[in-house]
């Protein structure tokens, strides 16, 4: 009995490495450190009926973006583990294993559970109050969508401690993931993890193209909406369209290493060429799904802290547009030299180009509405000011190969990694940065902190260019991507040693940036600049007109819109002298609390790691009370209530009451 | 005031340390720039296409970068600031269909250069001299070559000779990897199942660099391989040497060296008949027959046998 356990423990628990172990007391101090806390100041009640099974858009937001943050963090780290073992040749800090793992979750966790939640949580934050709603159209499946990604999160990370990680790949072609090379258990990590997250990926998609299309306030017409929503909304349509394919994809991958199917294998038939085709199919798109967002905030940033409008409205949603309908014709060229014919090399060489033409006009857009303005160089605009330079280089050489007979030299070498890493670094990240501290007084009533932010700035932006720079050099060096050594161990010694290094300091100097936002986050919660006015900016668009942080209701009164820069027109009027007309109160309708979207997810939570085991005897309880939750609310009909005037008037006089 | 000078005195610092540290390593290190050092027909025309394509688009970025610090520094909000201010003005046909139309023109010539030289590279790099095949093989972590023609295999080693074009046939036994010798021409993949073709060719004697390039599994690292090229006198004379001194491939000996491991150059004076069909149909090729099959259209392989 005891040996059995003990067999059973060694294969459960990832052994042998001491960051495994290092890791495993870090979480177990972290989880009794939570409960205590909780427990001491007795707040399990308030963790519970303020935020767990809250379906409030704002708090919702709120969460995705510690959430997001965290993965920032552990990505980060993975990132920092990497370009440790790069720095010099030979080095032995981490075995081939263990260092194809982390550059395996680095991706996964990057992508899927950074950037899309970081996007996610400033959908939430931002869309209803820029529309004038009182919440996005469907609360409910909002609170779902998060508690889905965070166990699909909290599920592929387990596989740290827990059974292994994957290690095939941030896109795990098969056959390599397959059960023939990967036989443990971290490719269902991989798969249940993406799986339990995607579903509320695909959720949000849904909420926020409805959010858009019916929850405007009264007057707002689709070419009076702010950009950033109509970012949101090209998103959105290209989620609805792209994670129903990764859903199919890795299910297949599911049934080939599950019962043995031969979807992607070529024995008995099937073949690998249709997992990369279709995985592709959703994944670059995905890189569109997480970088419009980003142009929708530079577009309010670049306005806002230009004192001037937009330049060129219609051309700005036109483009965004165009980009989501041809981001769905360009996927082979992430292998073109994977044997297609000439022709069809031609086609994706030509499509990839094409997407050029529109990002290249929203960058003159950006520039020109900055022309014959006044700028203010905040921090949201400084971020902005980091990403033209930077995207426009990544954008040229996107362009540099999506050139098919080049792309047989860059690709899968380093000259890629720095490519894509300037795109989703300079564009993504910068982008969400700049918008995190845009909307961040609106959403927590204070400003960051300048001189720390400016800080944070500068060591992301020289480290960006310390550290990336370098790799497209590597690249005409021949080094390819996912080694985890080089140098004469292996034979060859190609004098890579040197830009290494340098790429590896420029790491670490993103590192200390994101510490010192750590630390203004921290110095800002007790010493920040309070916003007490709502709109700390000079803001154009409704979110400004209400109080920071917004009531529950968002609205005391519906606006009704009558021009774009709707709240810009208000204040115009106010210096004219124009009153509005008077309201009148009214009870506003809001949704009710919900413990289902938690306890949902639990299950899945449940029954995922389960058919990560292959325990049927955890899956499908888990699935069945996913089948039970689903019941209960078919059933439950108390679901509204109504927030009478007088407690309107009561919150209204103590927010409107500070802000003078 | 002073705190913001030391600042960008700091920022002028590490802007220049950094200049200097790349332009010192890429001084040292010019001849490593493998990729921009062509060595052979292939690799020259992708070479030439990726300087023509970089400074294309340099001659984007560059004035978009200068016109950003400029507007940023005329337009910038301070008192004495006296450059027009007009907070309205959001529209101008003229402007916007000047930079719709900008970048449509460079990239309607981009396509023209890509295309063409897509459909140049489909082909045999030189068509006057008889070319060789040799058939490649990835396996976990290392590179199989048969010489169908010459009947000898080596492994993580392969001789060429110069001025020959080489069709290589690529397959794999382990998971997909992608067979690249920078100096000679891009890669392709090599799949499970399927044989690719690539057309590569060594214009002078010398040695270059191969390397699997796409992620196989934990020593991928090490699948790294030499690529000789020799005047053909001296590559008959070699694969005769190897062919009396070598031992054979038996059947055995190939599920050994197919096994999981890394492995050091060898040579091999013969290999079992139909060895390489053998592999690939029996990671599925057998099923591609009725489609693309066995020597199935690639990159510059739309010519089938």
Not at chain 1, 152 to 158: D, E, P, R, Y
Not at chain 1, 461 to 479: D, E, K, S, T
Not at chain 1, 539 to 554: D, F, K, Q, V
Request: proline share 6%.
């Amino acid at each position: 009995m005891w040996e059995n356990i003990k067999e059973f423990a060694s294969t459960f628990f990832v052994t042998g490495d001491p960051l495994i172990y290092g890791a495993d007391v870090a979480i177990v101090l972290t989880s009794i450190a939570i409960v205590f806390v909780l427990t001491y100041f007795k707040k399990w009640t308030w963790l519970w009926r303020e935020w767990i099974t809250t379906v409030d858009h704002k708090k919702i937001g709120i969460m995705y973006l510690i959430a997001s943050l965290l993965m920032l963090f552990r990505g980060g780290v993975d990132a920092l583990l990497m370009r440790t073992q790069l720095a010099l040749p030979n080095m032995k800090f981490l075995q081939a294993d263990h260092y194809n793992a982390v550059f395996t979750t680095h991706g996964t966790i990057m992508i899927l559970f950074m950037a899309m939640p970081l996007m996610f949580a400033l959908f939430n934050l931002v869309v209803p109050l820029q529309l004038g709603a009182r919440d996005v159209a469907y609360p409910f499946l909002n609170s779902l969508s998060f508690w889905l990604f965070l166990m699909g999160a909290m599920l592929f990370n387990l596989s740290f401690v827990i059974g292994g990680s994957p290690d095939a790949g941030w896109l795990s072609y098969p056959p390599l993931s397959e059960l023939s090379h990967s036989p443990g258990v971290g490719q269902n990590f991989y798969i249940w993890g993406i799986q339990i997250s995607g579903i509320g990926s695909l959720a949000t998609g849904i909420n926020f193209l409805v959010t858009i299309l019916k929850m405007r306030a009264p007057g707002m017409k689709m070419m009076k909406m702010p950009l950033f929503s109509w970012s949101v909304l090209s998103s959105s349509i290209m989620i609805i369209f792209a994670f129903p394919i990764l859903t199919v994809t890795l299910a297949l991958l599911f049934l080939d290493r599950f019962l043995g199917a031969h979807f992607f294998t070529m024995d008995l038939g099937g073949n690998p060429m249709l997992y990369v085709n279709l995985i592709w199919m959703w994944g670059h798109p995905e890189v569109y799904i997480v970088v419009i967002p980003a142009f929708g905030i530079f577009s309010e940033v670049v306005a806002t802290f230009s004192k001037k409008k937009i330049f060129g409205y219609k051309s700005m949603v036109f483009s965004m547009m165009l980009i989501s309908i041809v981001s769905f014709f360009t996927w082979a060229h992430h292998f073109f030299t994977m044997g297609s014919s000439a022709n069809v090399n031609v086609f994706f060489a030509i499509s990839t180009m094409v997407i050029g033409i529109p990002t290249g006009v929203k960058v003159f857009n950006w520039l020109f509405t900055m022309f014959r303005g006044r700028i203010t160089i905040s921090q949201p605009m400084l971020w902005t000011l980091g990403f033209i330079p930077c995207f426009v280089v990544g954008g040229a050489t996107g362009v540099m190969l999506a050139v098919a007979p080049a792309d047989y030299q860059y690709h899968n070498s380093y000259f890629l990694i720095a490519h894509f890493h300037q795109v989703l670094i300079g564009g993504v990240v910068f982008g969400y940065l700049a918008g995190m501290y845009y909307w961040w007084p609106k959403v927590f009533g204070f400003k960051l902190d300048d001189r720390l932010g400016k800080w944070a700035f500068w060591m992301w932006n020289i480290g960006f260019y310390v550290c990336f720079m370098p790799q497209y050099a590597l690249g005409f060096m021949g080094m390819t991507r996912r080694l985890y050594t080089y140098g004469s161990d292996t034979g060859w010694d190609l004098g890579w040693a040197p830009l290494n290094l340098v790429s590896t300091v420029g790491a670490f100097l993103m590192g200390i940036g994101f510490i010192f936002q750590v630390w203004q986050i921290s110095y800002s919660i007790r010493k920040g600049e309070r916003d007490l006015t709502g709109d700390p900016w000079g803001g154009r668009t409704l979110e400004w007109s209400i109080p920071s942080p917004a009531p529950m209701y968002n609205f005391a009164v519906e606006p009704h819109v009558t021009t774009d820069d709707a709240w810009w027109k208000v204040k115009e009027d106010r210096a004219k002298g124009i009153k509005p007309a008077p309201v009148k109160l009214e009870p506003i309708h809001m949704p009710k609390n919900s413990a289902i979207p938690f306890i949902m997810s639990v299950f899945w939570f449940i029954a995922g790691f389960g058919f990560v085991f292959d325990w049927m005897w955890m899956a499908i309880p888990g699935l069945v009370g996913v089948a039970g939750c689903m019941l209960a609310r078919s059933f439950s009909y108390d679901t509204d209530y109504y927030i009478p005037v007088d407690e309107i008037e009561r919150t209204e006089a103590a927010l409107r009451g500070r802000t003078v | 005031m002073k705190s913001k000078r030391t600042g960008w005195k700091l920022l002028t610092i590490l802007v220049l340390s950094y200049a200097v540290i790349i332009a010192v390593s890429v001084a040292l290190g010019w001849d490593k720039f493998i990729v921009l050092d062509p060595k052979g027909p292939v690799a020259e025309v992708q070479q030439k296409l990726i300087i023509l394509t970089g400074l294309i688009c340099m001659a984007v970025v560059i004035p978009v970068i200068v016109l950003m610090v400029y507007i940023v520094w005329k337009y910038r909000d301070t008192p004495d600031n006296d450059a027009p201010y007009q907070p309205e003005w959001n529209d101008s046909k003229l402007l916007e269909t000047i930079w719709w139309g900008i970048p449509i023109l460079i990239i309607i010539v981009l396509s023209i250069f890509t295309a063409r030289d897509t459909y140049k590279l489909a082909k045999p790099p030189v068509t006057d001299s008889n070319p060789i095949t040799i058939q490649v093989t990835s396996l976990d972590w290392k590179w199989l070559f048969q010489y169908p023609d010459q009947k000898i295999a080596t492994v993580n080693y392969v001789q060429i000779p110069a001025g020959v074009p080489i069709r290589f046939q690529l397959t794999s036994d382990a998971p997909m990897n992608s067979f690249w010798i920078p100096q000679l021409g891009g890669q392709e993949y090599s799949m499970p199942g399927m044989a690719m073709q690539l057309w590569l060719q060594a214009d002078k004697p010398g040695k270059y660099f191969g390397s699997g390039a796409n992620f196989s599994g934990r020593d991928f690292a090490h699948m790294q391989f030499e690529v000789e090229s020799k005047p053909q006198a001296e590559f008959n004379e070699w694969v005769k040497e190897v062919k009396a001194s070598s031992p054979e491939l038996t059947k055995e000996g190939y599920t050994q060296l197919a096994k999981p491991s890394t492995a050091k150059q060898e040579f091999f004076s013969s290999y079992p008949d139909e060895l390489y069909t053998e592999i690939v149909d029996k990671n599925g090729g057998i099923y591609m027959k009725h489609s693309d099959g066995l020597n199935s259209g690639s990159y510059n392989g739309s010519t089938r046998p």
